[in-house]
């Protein structure tokens, strides 16, 4: 590497270069006492991204507070890998409710060869889900709508202060969305990792806070309009988060498609005197009756909420070939060998290392 390149530049490029790695959460690039230019890469799933500002900071988010909760609940608590969920080499997810798409950059650092087609209707919300796609160079294709029972328009209440809470309004229910937010704070203060009391300080904030929506007007979808317009020939999972409008996307779903569909993860809510009540009963005879294997989970932080996880799994599908995409750990060797297939050689770190937490560099810190 030579030294008298500009330093400051070329660590700027080698760390938006390494975002793009899959499963590369952050890098930081810099000298050490020694003069030679360091790479640090910090995976995604610990706990030191969650903690650090600058590697969510970088995220094209609506804010940070659900950014955090987001990425602990998908990367690192993987609660759509439950019930018996896998993903395999090349597998075609669907990612219904994809947000600023967490899930789909957890797809992509699990399993790169997987093809990911997200959907988010939130106008604003899909925005950030585009820069993200961009910037980390992801092949998931973003769509503007939301999938339901039918193509129509529906009035959706968008919260800017915590857009995952965001619902078509004949299904909002904002006093149960306040006690989740509220267990959830209670249950990380005595189980949760050390260091977070800001951040749960200002998820506790949210709870209080008297809410101001956005109303506008979102377009939904049949899923079997999109799996005939896109050709997919077998959807290996199927990922719905879609604010109790969950049995309203497997409505969109005909006959002819089901044999298509191998796994399904989603978060189902039945909330007593609500519209979504008796919906797990609804939504688990629907799978039944499709020829699934279907589990249903409650966390204990959420008993009461009217909030279940439930899992659907085509009987058979382990025998499915295709080797499960591993827990990927990610190896400073092949993050080098991917690197020097990108950038000059005179632009090449001198080392690369893998971190639990990036450390501040001595000198020349770029990033």
């Given at each position: 590497m030579s030294t008298s390149d500009d330093s400051s530049g070329v660590a700027t490029e080698i760390e938006r270069t390494l975002r793009r790695y899959p499963g590369v959460a952050r890098a930081?690039?810099?000298?050490?006492?020694?003069g030679e230019l360091v790479a640090q890469v910090l995976p995604w799933g610990t706990h030191a991204v969650t903690a650090d500002q600058g590697v969510l900071a970088e995220l094209a988010a609506v804010n940070m507070a659900e950014t955090r909760f987001l990425h602990d609940e998908i990367f690192v608590d993987e609660v759509y890998l439950r019930g018996g969920i896998v993903l395999r080499e090349d597998a075609v997810v669907f990612d219904v409710g994809a947000n600023i798409g967490m899930f789909s950059l957890f797809v992509e650092a699990r399993c790169p060869s997987a093809k990911v087609y997200a959907f988010e209707p939130v106008p604003e919300v899909h925005a950030k889900l585009q820069e993200n796609i961009a910037e980390r160079g992801l092949g998931t294709r973003a769509f503007n709508f939301g999938l339901s029972d039918r193509e129509h328009d529906v009035s959706f209440y968008y919260y800017p202060d915590i857009s995952?809470?965001?619902?078509?309004?004949?299904?909002?229910?904002?006093?149960?969305?306040?006690?989740?937010?509220?267990?959830?704070?209670?249950?990380?203060?005595?189980?949760?990792?050390?260091?977070?009391?800001g951040h749960l300080a200002e998820v506790e904030g949210l709870a209080a806070k008297d809410f101001e929506f956005v109303e506008c007007r979102c377009l939904l979808r049949?899923?079997?309009?999109?799996?005939?317009?896109?050709?997919?020939?077998?959807?290996?999972?199927?990922?719905?988060?879609?604010?109790?409008?969950?049995?309203?996307?497997?409505?969109?779903?005909?006959?002819r498609h089901w044999p298509l569909i191998q796994q399904i993860s989603m978060e189902v809510h039945d909330e007593a005197g609500s519209p979504t009540e008796g919906?797990?009963?609804?939504?688990?005879?629907?799978?039944?009756?499709q020829g699934f294997r279907v589990s249903v989970e409650v966390e204990e932080m959420l008993r009461g909420t009217g909030r279940y996880a439930v899992y659907a799994v085509r009987p058979g599908y382990d025998r499915d070939p295709r080797p499960v995409a591993a827990a990927r750990s990610v190896d400073p060797g092949s993050v080098a060998g991917w690197l020097s297939g990108r950038l000059p050689a005179d632009r090449l770190p001198d080392r690369v290392v893998v971190v639990d937490e990036l450390s501040r560099p001595l000198q020349g810190h770029a990033s």
């Open positions: 930081r690039v810099f000298r050490d006492a020694g995952i809470m965001s619902c078509r309004h004949d299904y909002t229910n904002w006093d149960n969305e306040v006690e989740l937010i509220k267990r959830y704070v209670a249950n990380e203060r005595r189980n949760g990792p050390p260091g977070r009391a049949p899923l079997s309009a999109v799996v005939d317009e896109v050709g997919v020939r077998a959807i290996d999972l199927i990922k719905i988060d879609a604010q109790r409008a969950e049995y309203d996307v497997l409505q969109g779903i005909e006959d919906r797990v009963e609804q939504v688990t005879a629907r799978l039944d009756d």
